[in-house]
């Protein structure tokens, strides 16, 4: 009997491990929350000198925001993505930040947006793409390296490593399609990454995403299955 509960253990332990495909799924965070998340299980093999992270979301929260947190226990905001205000985009890596203010867009309807964030420490250019269309490079700690023992949260910003979750900076809404390298994604391959075309250097992948949900966070089919 202890042998097969034993058993039982250790398949329900592989399962819950497990890599996911998630096309045409959405993690739909219903409510403000404190504590509602989802911790990806992510090896990185060694310091990040680079990355790209894309996205997508819908939100109508008019507050600010968490969308993707990378905390280590030296720095909570290693890598945070943010949205402070409905034209604003943020990110931090370490202390500092750089801010993307966007023209304010007249009678648009609520949707989809999907974002890829970019950032090299050979240059310190951050570049952010919105809907496939790259804005003005920012610079952002040049020379810097981030270290790979991580916390990597979906929809809350960390204050401690793991957890310190504010309800007021948490997401409310709908994100699909995580993907991360540890290099700079060019114009031409973020607009096949928006297109659905999975490159394979990644780091996170949504249709191979191993995670843990913790709290009131649900997976469910997408309601659109078109690309932003």
């Avoid at 009678?107 to 989809?112: A, E, L, T, V, Y």
Wanted: glycine content about 6%.
């Amino acid at each position: 009997m202890k042998v097969m509960l034993c058993l039982l253990f250790l398949v329900s332990l592989v399962e819950s491990l497990a890599q996911e495909d998630l096309q045409k799924k959405v993690f739909v965070f219903p409510v403000e929350s404190d504590s509602a998340a989802v911790f990806l299980n992510v090896s990185i093999p060694q310091p990040l000198t680079s990355f790209t992270i894309c996205l997508k979301y819908y939100s109508l929260l008019t507050r600010e925001y968490s969308l993707f947190s990378y905390a280590t226990k030296e720095q909570f905001n290693q890598i945070l993505v943010i949205k402070p205000s409905q034209n604003q985009y943020r990110l931090w890596l370490g202390p500092v930040y750089v801010t993307f203010i966007l023209p304010e867009k007249k009678d648009s309807k609520p949707g989809w947006e999907h974002i890829c964030v970019s950032w090299a420490s050979a240059t310190g250019l951050v570049t952010l793409w919105l809907d496939g269309e790259p804005l003005p490079r920012m610079g952002l700690q040049k020379g810097y390296s981030i270290s790979p023992e991580a916390s990597i949260v979906l929809g809350q910003d960390q204050d401690s490593f793991g957890g310190g979750f504010d309800a007021s900076q948490s997401f409310v809404g709908e994100m699909k399609d995580l993907y991360m390298w540890d290099r700079v994604l060019n114009t031409d391959e973020v607009g096949l990454v928006l297109s659905d075309y999975v490159f394979s250097d990644y780091l996170i992948n949504w249709r191979a995403l191993n995670y843990e949900i913790k709290n009131y966070v649900i997976l469910e089919p997408s309601l659109s299955y078109s690309t932003c």
